[in-house]
C-alpha cells in the first residue's frame, strides 16, 4: 500500500488524550472504523484499508490509547472498556457521519462489542475476526474464569502484575519479538510454567512469517521500542474492573447486525467449549443478528495480515448489502 495513499491525523478524544488516526479513500464515502489488537496498530489493517478505499469506502484506522503514536495515560485505570469505547463514541463524531460500519480483530473485536452494546446507533453493521462475543457472567469475573479453566500461569494472568511482562518483554530483540509473536500458531491455551518464560511457552521459532515483509517487522519493531507495551498490557489488567464496570449489560445482547471471522488455527477458536458455543446456538442467542460465521482453514490469529485479500473481500461483501 502506498504511503501517499494514507493520511494522517491526530484526534482529541477525551481531554488530554489524542489518537493517532490514519485514513484511506474519499472523506465523503461511507466511514469504516478498523480497530486493532494486541500487539498490533493501525497498520494491521493496511490491506484492508486499501482495498475499502479503492471500493469508496473512507478507510479509519486509528492507534488505540497506550499504543503506537496515540496518547499513553500512565494510569492502568485509564484504560477500562468505558474509556475505549469512549474514544471510539468520540473518533465517529468527529468524522461527521451518523453512523459508520466497524470491523474488529483480537482486542479490538472486545472493544467493537461493546461499542455495539452501549451505542447501537452509531454502528451500520459488524464485522468481527477471531474474538467471539460473551455477555457478562454476573457468577464470577473474567479472572476467576481462566484461573478455574487454565490455573494461574495462563497469559493473562502473567500480565496482570504491572512491570513483569514488560520486563520479559524488553528482553528480547524488538524485531525477533514481533517475528515470534506473528509466528505464534499454537492452538492450546499459552500457559506459562515457572520455569519458562512467556516466549518459550509459546511455539514460534522466530523466524519470519511468509505473510509479512520484513519492513513491516520493522514498523513494528520501531514504533514499540519508543513505547513499550504498558499500554497494551494495561487493557488486560483492567479485565475484572470492566466486569465491575458493566454491570447494567449483563446478560445483555449484541443487536447489530453482525459477520463473524476466524482461523481453525486460531488459539481462541480452540479453547475449551468455544467451538460448541459458536456453531450450537450459543453465539446466535447472544448476537440475534448474526448473519454468518466464517472458519478460514489453516489460518492463525491474526487473520487479516495472513488472509488480506480474502477478508477484505469478506469486509466489503457483508457491509456492501447495508449500502443498497
Known amino acids: 500500500m502506498a504511503v501517499a495513499a494514507v493520511r494522517h491525523r491526530e484526534v482529541e478524544v477525551a481531554i488530554g488524550v489524542r489518537l493517532h488516526v490514519a485514513e484511506s479513500g474519499p472523506e465523503e464515502g461511507p466511514a469504516v472504523l478498523l480497530v486493532h489488537g494486541f500487539p498490533e496498530l493501525w497498520y494491521s489493517w493496511r490491506h484492508q ?22 496518547d499513553a495515560p500512565p494510569d492502568a485505570r485509564s484504560y477500562t472498556i ?11 463524531a468527529d468524522l461527521g457521519q451518523p453512523q459508520v460500519f466497524v470491523a474488529g480483530h483480537d482486542w479490538g473485536a472486545v472493544v467493537a462489542w461493546q461499542l455495539c452494546l452501549f451505542r447501537p446507533d452509531l454502528v451500520r453493521a459488524l464485522v468481527n ?25 495462563h497469559y493473562i494472568c502473567f500480565f496482570q502484575k504491572p512491570g513483569l511482562a514488560e520486563a520479559e518483554f524488553s528482553r528480547y530483540d524488538m524485531k525477533c519479538l514481533f517475528k515470534k509473536n506473528f509466528g505464534i500458531r499454537k492452538t492450546t491455551p499459552i500457559i506459562i510454567s515457572q520455569d519458562k518464560t512467556f ?16 519492513e513491516d517487522i520493522s514498523y513494528y519493531a520501531d514504533k514499540f521500542e519508543k513505547t513499550g507495551f504498558t499500554g497494551g498490557f494495561n487493557y488486560y489488567r483492567c479485565i475484572d474492573l470492566n466486569w465491575e464496570l458493566t454491570t447494567p449489560w449483563t446478560g445483555a445482547p449484541i443487536k ?42 489453516g489460518v492463525g490469529h491474526f487473520i487479516n495480515q495472513e488472509k488480506p485479500n480474502e477478508v477484505s473481500d469478506h469486509i466489503w461483501g457483508f457491509f456492501s448489502k447495508f449500502l443498497i
Not at 83 to 90: E, F, K, P, S
Not at 200 to 211: A, F, H, I, N, Y
Not at 273 to 296: C, Q, R, S, T, W
Request: include cysteine.
Open 199 to 214: 516466549f518459550e511457552s509459546v511455539d514460534s521459532d522466530g523466524t519470519c512469517p511468509v505473510w509479512l515483509a520484513e
Open 82 to 92: 468505558l474509556h475505549l469505547v469512549g474514544d471510539l463514541v468520540a473518533l465517529i
Open 129 to 153: 475476526l477471531s474474538i467471539e462475543y460473551h455477555p457478562r457472567n454476573p457468577a464470577r469475573s473474567p479472572l476467576q474464569t481462566i484461573r478455574a479453566v487454565c490455573g494461574d500461569g
Open 256 to 297: 447489530v447486525p453482525t459477520k463473524f471471522i476466524v482461523g481453525d488455527l486460531d488459539l481462541t477458536y480452540n479453547t475449551p467449549g468455544v467451538k460448541d458455543y459458536i456453531h450450537n446456538g450459543g453465539f446466535k442467542a447472544n448476537v440475534p443478528n448474526l448473519e454468518d460465521v466464517v472458519v478460514m482453514e
Open 49 to 70: 484499508m486499501a482495498a475499502l478505499a479503492a471500493r469508496g469506502f473512507r478507510a479509519v484506522a486509528p492507534d488505540l490509547r497506550g499504543y503506537g503514536d496515540s
